[in-house]
């Protein structure tokens, strides 16, 4: 830890020491610094207006599109390191994200919860974890806001939001593209053409992406193909557009999307210990326990792998009408989604051990309509309204148990299992936000959002397939006033620091996956967030270097977690999942963010950030039921329930414990990124860019369960490139995760049943050729 904090200590002296030698330069050759690589103004839309990013007072990191291209990544989930204090983690279901930052995540996919951290794209709010792994094509901008955002963007931002842009259609005809061939059959084209159709009046673009991969596992049965690839990627989206311009202040752009994604699920390995009845019941035990992830974590057993077949249907409207005094703007979508998963979960070779299939569809309409402020004097100012509806139901079959073993076992302990669940959730909100002027550098925000939401949720509890329960239907509603207050100094027109304060909420919910009436009844209410936030933005050296500076404090009152608990004896399940509004937690830390052109030729761009977040409160069973030989008792007066009793023991038993001070889940202590981009210029006029990125992540815990710790992860990727004269073409070779680091990326913890894991992708390495004429 001394290590890391000398490090993170050095970075802000790197970026003086920059400053001063690229001043010295000046001040020695003004042709020199003429000549000198400076870094362009960035404008960013992280507060719904247009604004360059040195003068937002929101800890906010921003990956152009260029920065996105030397990534070489087909999504969101191959993105090295977005941002300080940002972590992705991508486990079974290549389309599914666990976001977190600041410390602050969600590790699941139940559709009656909801995450921290809102994805957007052009402006819309995507409601379900589903599709959260954001497709890399065609895409302006990626922008990371850190820290609650509850004033401008709502419910479910307490920890930040993540926005992405796409390409407008532009009154200039254009075409672009990449081909991208690697390893393990990956193979992705994405393609893009620009037509003015009505020279002042109309302009489309129509853009697609496919990819497909081999998958990087392979099938360890006997009865199978050793070298059967499984994981497959297959995913083809097309993305139409169209815009009106209606007069000179006045547009209308309509977007379309349509995405098909038949890919297989990455399969999990079993982990199971002793401390498992899989393994010391039933003898199913995995890799040996305290085992490191290694090579052979991608030969998994199973025989057919599982698949998803998702459908979405998606068409947004953005309306603008620039005013003497500011600009409307009204944002409309609608969204349409069909999704079913199956998979074989178990891990524990050619028997049924543990069966998923959930099919899902799901709808989502939301509109927001807006004035932002400009030509005033002294304030700027926006408001608007907000509206949203979704909806799902949930068809779910679950097979899980020793029953499905073959030969039968005679400790069964469940059978296949089949569930009905849906809900109808509408929500409005009306929000404003006031910039004043108090001097010519002091400025004074205040701002609020007030929430108003319901849902409607029913429930047919599990029973024996092809049976459910009886269904009961239950409703809530809740609502919310979040304030906003902050400073920004502009120091000098190149220095701004700013503070700010600002309320969050993360909606309630009830309990998607009850066992039993009594908690299917049994709601939990809102998260509350309080975020404090100190920052500095600087220019310095003719605009040659780049820090961004942010401290933080967040407070959460009524966190939401999820855990297991035993069911009354006779149940058809002997355990449930439950979410209670059960902590009190606390994160802080500082971010930093550098960039800058050491030479012209030079660019060097370095992130790190500091975190510290732990629980204030925690009395309740994280690890789930755990074997003992005798009955253990709590240490913080809570509950001990006798889970599953076996006829030769050990029993298993859920007892809460006090784990005030344990680490948030995908939470580690420090990270940090530092990059290189070399350009070399060639006679001809092309360039030759070298670039590699150095990625480090500290220890964490995947999820709350203190049994999922992960040890600290280091990733380097480079690449080399060729940009033809003009910069019409590009050719590329790269490689991805070059020391072929092998880590956890997800668990499946049931306790007292079994653990089971999924492991990062090993080395990738690919050719690529782009073009934009």
């Not at 000179?248 to 401390?275: A, C, V």
């Not at 600002?502 to 039993?516: A, D, E, I, V």
Request: aromatic share 10%.
């Amino acid at each position: 830890m001394k290590i890391i904090m000398r490090t993170l200590a050095a970075l802000p002296g790197l970026a003086l020491f920059l400053f001063s030698q690229q001043t010295l330069a000046a001040t020695g050759d003004d042709a020199a610094v003429e000549a000198r690589g400076t870094l362009e103004e960035v404008v960013v839309i992280a507060r719904k207006r247009e604004e360059p990013l040195q003068e937002t007072p929101v800890a906010v990191s921003v990956i152009t599109s260029d920065q996105i291209d030397l990534t070489f990544s087909p999504n969101l989930a191959a993105m090295p390191f977005p941002a300080p204090n940002v972590n992705i983690n991508n486990g079974l279901l290549s389309n599914v994200l666990y976001l977190s930052v600041r410390g602050y995540a969600l590790t699941d996919v139940d559709s009656t919860l909801d995450p921290p951290v809102a994805v957007m794209v052009d402006g819309i709010y995507y409601t379900r974890p589903v599709m959260n792994n954001l497709d890399m094509f065609d895409v302006e901008q990626l922008e990371v806001l850190r820290g609650p955002q509850g004033t401008l963007f709502g419910r479910n931002t307490t920890a930040g939001a993540i926005q992405l842009r796409t390409k407008r259609p532009t009154d200039e005809f254009e075409t672009s593209g990449k081909v991208t061939i690697g390893n393990y059959g990956r193979t992705d084209v994405r393609a893009a053409i620009n037509v003015p159709l009505v020279e002042g009046k109309v302009n489309a673009r129509l853009a697609g992406f496919s990819l497909n991969t081999d998958g990087f596992y392979n099938s360890a049965i006997t009865a199978n193909s050793s070298s059967r690839d499984i994981g497959k990627d297959d995913k083809l989206t097309l993305r139409p557009s169209i815009q009106f311009i209606l007069s000179d202040t006045m547009d209308l752009t309509f977007i379309g999307e349509w995405h098909q994604d038949k890919s297989q699920i990455r399969p999990q390995k079993n982990y199971s210990g002793p401390n498992r009845s899989l393994c010391s019941n039933h003898g199913y035990c995995g890799v040996p326990f305290g085992d490191a992830p290694k090579r052979d974590d991608y030969d998994a057993d199973v025989i057919e792998p599982g698949f998803v077949d998702i459908d979405i249907y998606s068409i947004t409207k953005e309306f603008n009408w620039e005013l003497d005094k500011g600009t409307i703007t009204w944002l409309s979508n609608f969204r349409d989604t069909d999704e079913t998963w199956v998979y074989d979960a178990d891990g524990v070779g050619a028997y049924d051990m543990f069966l998923v299939d959930r099919r899902q569809p799901h709808q989502q309409y939301s509109t927001e309509l807006r004035f932002a402020s400009t030509g005033f004097d002294r304030f700027d100012f926006i408001g608007g309204v907000f509206y949203l509806n979704q909806e799902y139901d949930l068809e779910r079959r679950t097979g899980i148990g020793s029953d499905r073993l073959s030969p039968p076992n005679p400790n069964a302990f469940v059978i296949p299992l089949y569930s009905i669940t849906g809900q109808e959730h509408e929500t409005w909100s009306v929000f404003g936000e006031l910039n004043y002027d108090l001097t010519e550098q002091l400025t004074v925000t205040v701002g609020g959002r007030y929430t108003d939401e319901k849902k409607d949720f029913y429930q047919q509890t599990f029973a024996v397939y092809p049976n459910t329960g009886p269904r009961q239907d239950y409703s809530r509603s809740w609502d919310d006033a979040g304030p906003k207050f902050g400073l920004r100094y502009q120091i000098t027109p190149d220095v701004m620091t700013y503070a700010t304060y600002q309320r969050g909420f993360k909606s309630g919910g009830f309990n998607g996956r009850c066992g039993q009436q009594a908690t299917c009844n049994r709601s939990f209410d809102p998260e509350k967030v309080d975020g404090f936030e100190l920052g500095l933005k600087a220019d310095l050296a003719d605009n040659r270097v780049r820090t961004n500076l942010a401290l933080f404090l967040s407070e959460i009152k009524g966190l939401q977690r999820t855990r297991l608990v035993p069911l009354p004896p006779g149940a058809t399940n002997p355990q449930e999942t439950v979410t209670d509004n059960a902590a009190r937690a606390e994160m802080q830390g500082i971010e930093l963010e550098v960039s800058a052109w050491v030479t012209p030729e030079f660019r060097l761009d370095l992130m790190a950030g500091i975190l510290d977040t732990k629980y204030k409160e925690f009395c309740a069973d994280i690890n789930g039921a755990q074997l003992y030989d005798a009955p253990p008792t709590s240490d913080c007066g809570g509950e001990v329930v006798l889970a599953i009793e076996y006829p030769d023991g050990p029993d298993a038993y859920i007892v809460d414990e006090d784990n005030s001070g344990f680490d948030l889940q995908l939470a580690p202590k420090f990270n940090a990124s530092i990059g290189g981009t070399y350009t070399h210029s060639l006679a001809n006029g092309g360039t030759v860019v070298f670039n590699a990125t150095y990625t480090y992540v500290d220890d964490l815990f995947i999820d709350h369960l203190e049994l999922s710790h992960r040890n600290s992860v280091e990733l380097l990727n480079a690449s080399i490139n060729y940009e033809s004269p003009g910069d019409r073409y590009r050719v590329s070779l790269f490689g991805i995760n070059l020391t072929d680091e092998i880590y956890v990326v997800s668990r499946t913890i049931v306790p007292p049943l079994f653990d089971y894991r999924n492991v990062s992708p090993p080395r990738m390495w690919g050719v690529e050729l782009a073009w934009e004429l």
